[in-house]
């Protein structure tokens, strides 16, 4: 079947902080990759995505690269700040169908 | 601002209560979802409508009723709910659910349903 692990929280880090988010993934066929956020009392936003195998998506500093031979894609974040406190959801939809898998959510916050 | 808007933000209803959920869109797309957030859970999947058909029940109870009278709007019809049903409640959209691999889904804020 396919479905999508990500490492438990809460985590909390100091500003300036390095951050890495685990996720590993199951599925058959080559999925596209997701991660999305969710600050407090907002719906979910797409926060980076990857297609294939190796690439490696970006936005607002974050990073996560699309490894097939470990079916991973956590991500990470340089230096953190207190604004990207929030949860963090890893996703996978099948380039064959159109259901997106979602993982639990890893709640960040980042303390001054 | 998502695009993606729901009403009401917060409900509290009884077991015997009938009460509908909102979901509107103003992004112009085709296919609509409804999902259910749970504490510790992933996200679940309950209904998806394209071009204003269901295509997906993920064997979701009959206590949960949906309509899609157009491309724009979704209900989540709730009756005789359970404690159990307490949880966020998503709305979500995309382009086109038809044929493309990997449309981004656009979601509301959420309605936070507690059944007492």
């Known amino acids: 079947g396919n479905s999508v692990t990500q490492m438990e929280g809460p985590v909390t880090l100091s500003e300036e902080a390095f951050l890495t988010i685990n996720c590993t993934y199951t599925?058959?066929?080559?999925?596209?990759l997701f991660w999305y956020v969710q600050y407090p009392g907002e719906g979910l936003q797409l926060l980076l995505k990857?297609?294939?195998?190796?690439d490696k998506g970006s936005n607002k500093g974050f990073e996560a690269t699309y490894r097939k031979e470990t079916t991973s894609f956590h991500l990470e974040k340089g230096s953190v700040q207190v604004s990207d406190s929030a949860v963090y959801f890893c996703?996978?939809?099948?380039?064959?169908?159109?259901?997106?898998?979602f993982g639990t959510g890893t709640s960040l916050t980042v303390i001054p | 601002e998502t695009g993606v808007t729901q009403t009401p933000r917060h409900l509290v209803m009884g077991m015997t209560n009938k009460k509908s959920l909102k979901c509107e869109q103003h992004l112009g797309h085709n296919a609509m979802y409804w999902y259910k957030q749970s504490a510790k859970k992933p996200l679940e999947l309950m209904f998806v409508?394209?071009?204003?058909?269901?295509?997906e029940n993920n064997s979701v109870p009959s206590r949960f009723s949906p309509e899609c009278p157009n491309s724009s709007h979704l209900f989540l019809h709730l009756h005789t709910l359970q404690p159990e049903d307490s949880a966020l409640y998503l709305c979500?959209?995309?382009?086109?659910?038809?044929?493309?691999?990997?449309?981004?889904?656009?979601f509301g804020p959420g309605t936070r349903l507690t059944v007492l």
């Open positions: 990857a297609t294939k195998a190796d």
């Open positions: 599925a058959t066929g080559y999925p596209s």
């Open positions: 409508y394209n071009f204003k058909e269901q295509t």
């Open positions: 996703a996978l939809i099948k380039n064959t169908g159109n259901q997106f898998y």
């Open positions: 979500a959209s995309s382009q086109d659910r038809a044929g493309t691999a990997y449309n981004e889904q656009f």
